[in-house]
């Protein structure tokens, strides 16, 4: 199977369905999601010599903001849902 990249067009088609005073944020890393403020967007030159946008989280310390919000790891299918376990029926007391 072949993999696509997403381009910075698709970003943005991505983007304008979104709330455009909403924060960003980036998602990182399936095995163990983190969420990571987002602080550069940089344009430069691939190695076959087409453009490639790199985002990029800050270098301060608060840039890695802690786990990602279980619901989002669900709708990235990085994590699967987590149900509740069922009720058990309550004991009585016997007296």
Known sequence: MEHTEMT??????HLSACDRSATLRLAMNP???M?????????TEG???????????????DA???TLPPEVAVQ???QAPVLAPPRRPRRTACG
């Open 31 to 33: 095995f163990f999601p």
């Open 64 to 66: 890695q903001l802690g």
């Open 76 to 78: 990235l299918a990085w």
């Open 8 to 13: 910075v067009g698709d970003l943005i088609d």
């Open 47 to 61: 190695r076959d010599g087409s453009a490639v946008v790199y985002l990029a989280e800050g270098r301060d310390a």
């Open 35 to 43: 969420a990571h403020r987002l602080d550069q967007v940089i344009q």
